[in-house]
């Protein structure tokens, strides 16, 4: 389931149109555009560690490496006068319901990686995002009448992936001590492993475009927003606290960003099962 400081303030996410949300003991449904789409979510927790806890720089380059444990976040509904919003409870963190107006909120997970095998580090939390006609519009016909444990011998995740779906990964920056050095060296390895698997070795330049967005002036302290959005096209645009940072149009590229998080090896398992679980629940209405 990946330092950056720009010379002025970062302003807030937009926050979206209020929705109204309901909470089944095991469920999340999530209202929006005047139309009711139930999502599932199915979280389990576990003890969280200090974020804060300081360790060798030496040793950042190794925090986004494939092979990180998850962690199963537990959430917890945060209403107020503006919004509906997710609260990751093992972070704090919370995510609305709905960004862009019309991309919906799927499932919530945490990145995890065990420094020098002595410490278990909370890097970031992410959610996954979707917008629910592209989903039934791309997958509704050979998905729609699927249960969750069908989808799973089918070729379902490698279709929402590829398809022409406007999807967004928001990245919720844990660990305070990020060092641009860090993230390139994250994104490259993860990232150069997916572009690799998907399209070959003949990724590089593909590779150095995406990373090259991480500017040496960029800082991600505690609590920055770096959004990964894949828009029509196979756009993917990163936006780092608001800031539109570069955009590439790679569907290859995009595949590589959308498996670290609902491939086969993702960094929270828990968190995909929870997305594939929301997906099947909007195919079905």
Known sequence: MVSLRFPFSFPQPPKPPRRSFLRPSYAVAVAAGGAAAAVGFVYAARNSTNPQTPFLESALNLLFSDHSSPL???????????????????????????????????????????????KNINVYAFGVYADNDDIKESLSEKYGKLTVSELQEKDFDKDVMEGDICMTVRLQIVYGKLSIRSVRSAFEESVGNRLQKFGGSDNKELLHKFTSQFKDEYKIPRGSVIDLSKERGHVLRTIIDGKEVGSIQSQLLCRAILDLYIGEDPFDKQAKEDIRQALTSILQK
């Open 72 to 118: 199963w976040a537990s959430l917890s509904l945060a209403e107020n006068s503006a919004a509906s919003s997710v609260v990751d409870s093992k972070t704090g963190f919370s995510f609305p319901s709905v960004i862009g107006d019309s991309q919906q909120l799927l499932g919530i997970g945490l990145r995890r990686k065990a420094i020098l095998g002595l």
